[in-house]
Every structure is written in C-alpha cells, then in structure tokens.
C-alpha cells in the first residue's frame, strides 16, 4: 500500500495552490509553480521541459527525489516531505522584461547577462537562500564554495543543502536547490549531515520556507541583472565572500584530473572563483573543484 501524503503529521504535504498564489503574479519573476510527489531529478525535468519552450521563472517543486543529483553526479535521498527539493529556470541569454519590485518600484527591462558571468549563479543562489533561511527560519547558514549549505549542530558544521547550477539550451539554465528542513538524526545519510531542525530551526513548515527563498532568489536575481551580471555592482560577490566559511581555512581542492591544490582560502575573484594561497606565496584561482575544509577558520 502506497504511504499517504499524510502518513507523518510532523510532514504535512505542500499547498501547491497557495504557494502558485504567494509568488506567481503579475509582474514577479516567477511565472508557474508546480509540486510533483515524486520524481527522479526536478533538475532533469525541469531542463526537459525549458527545451520544449518553458519560460524563464518556471519552478518545479518534488515532495520526494528518487534520484537527486549533487555536483560531480552525487545522489542526494531523504525521505518524502523532509525537505525542500526544487528546481527553477532563469534564462539569462535572453532580455528580461521590465518588471515591479515587491515595494511597488518599477524596475527596467534588462539585455542578456554576458555567458561569461553566469557561473555566479549558483553562488547567487547560495546567498540568496542563505539570506532567507536567516530571516524565515532563524538558522545561520553559511556558504561552503562553492555550493554547499552548512549549518551548526553540536558546535560542528555540517551540511543541510546543496545547489545544482546546469545549463539548458542557448539561454537557459536550470537551478536545483536541496534542503534538509526536517530529517532527524536517525534518518542523516551520513555523520556530517545536518537538517534546519537539527540546528534549531525556529519553524520547519516548508510553505513559508519556499515563499522566502523564491522571493530572496528573485531579489538578488533581478539586481545581478539590473548590473548587467556585474558582481561586484550588485553586491553579489562581496555578500558571498562575507558569507563563505570556505574563506580564512586551510583547504585542500581535489581538481580534475587527479589533482591537489593545498593552502590558505584567501578570496572569491571577479569569476566567482575561489582563489587559494599557496605555501610558496602564489595566489592561484580554482574554477572547479571538491574543497575540503582541513581546518577552523582563524
């Protein structure tokens, strides 16, 4: 017998209709809303869907991933109704039209963000859940480069979510954020995981949750585009940079190609690159990579 939606009241299913009504609307980025049970991969289906013509603010939300996928194709499972899995479309390369902020103020349209300022995106969208889950939740959540969520438990960091950034089509790219929101102790995939509940979330109903992190996630989009997707005009890359656990470590990268990079996190370039300062005293940026944390912050 299938489990019902409601077989755990502590994990009451989404109310699609009310969350379409909260951030679907006239003048928003978002321009549908759609809550699946279940399915393989929001991002995957998502992408699918941008190729048969979806528009920029589309939004697909699953109550359970089968087969989430992290960076470095990494699966990411936890049971129905214990997180936020959900993937938007924001399409970049094409104009965006002019819009009205949430204050009422009239915002302009905007041309194509230039290619080789789209790798901000997933940082954006660290910050920009980051920002929300500090707000909605009460949970300081600190950004690991470069697409880690990390929470405190216990004194101890520990991973609660994570961001796929991939492209779709010429203009599109597809973003899918995971959230651990209320997954007990018992239920972590492994010791080094965390959940909002666990770091003392101050509420775990994930409607308002989502309301906020897709309203923070439009916020720092439309001013990342307002600048052309400058990052330092629109704060993006001092907001990240002051919110990056990675910053002031020692770390090790694990690059492609069976590679090690070793030292001092000192920065995030204008690429949105972290940049690591070696023993020997060069500073050299890191593109792509695994980084491990060897060490607390100073």
Not at 67 to 93: K, Q
Not at 152 to 174: C, P, S
């Amino acid at each position: 017998m299938t489990p019902s939606r409601w077989s755990d009241l502590e994990r009451p299913p989404l109310n699609a209709a009310a969350l379409r009504r909260a951030v679907v609307t006239p003048d928003a980025l978002w321009t549908a809303l759609d809550v699946v049970d279940a399915t393989g991969s929001t991002n995957s289906d998502l992408a699918a869907r941008a190729a048969r013509g979806a528009p920029e603010g589309a939004v697909l939300v699953a109550e359970e991933q089968t087969a989430g996928r992290g960076r470095l194709d990494r699966r990411w499972s936890a049971p129905p109704r214990s997180g936020l899995f959900f993937s938007v479309l924001l399409r970049p390369g094409g104009a965006m039209a002019a819009r009205t902020a949430p204050d009422g103020t009239p915002l302009p349209a905007h041309g194509p963000v230039p290619v080789h300022r789209w790798g901000w995106l997933p940082l954006l969208a660290g910050v920009a859940t980051a920002t929300a889950l500090s707000r909605a939740a009460g949970v300081d959540t600190a950004l690991k480069w470069p697409n880690d969520l990390l929470v405190t438990v216990d004194g101890e960091e520990r991973k609660a979510g994570g961001i796929l950034a991939e492209r779709a089509g010429d203009d599109g790219v597809v973003i899918g954020i995971g959230l651990n929101v209320s997954l007990r102790a018992a239920e972590l995939p492994v010791p080094t995981a965390a959940s909002l509940a666990l770091a003392g979330a101050k509420g775990t109903d994930r409607d308002p949750l989502l309301r906020a992190v897709l309203r923070s996630l439009a916020d720092w989009y439309g001013a990342w585009r307002a600048e052309d997707g400058d990052p330092a005009a629109s704060r993006l890359q001092q907001t990240y940079a002051a919110g990056c656990a990675t910053l002031g470590r020692e770390v090790r990268a694990e690059l492609p190609g069976d590679k090690e990079l070793a030292g001092t996190a000192v920065g995030i370039d204008g690429d949105g690159r972290l940049v690591i300062a070696t023993p020997d005293g060069a500073e050299q940026p890191v593109a792509a990579g695994d980084v491990v944390h060897l060490r607390p912050a100073r």
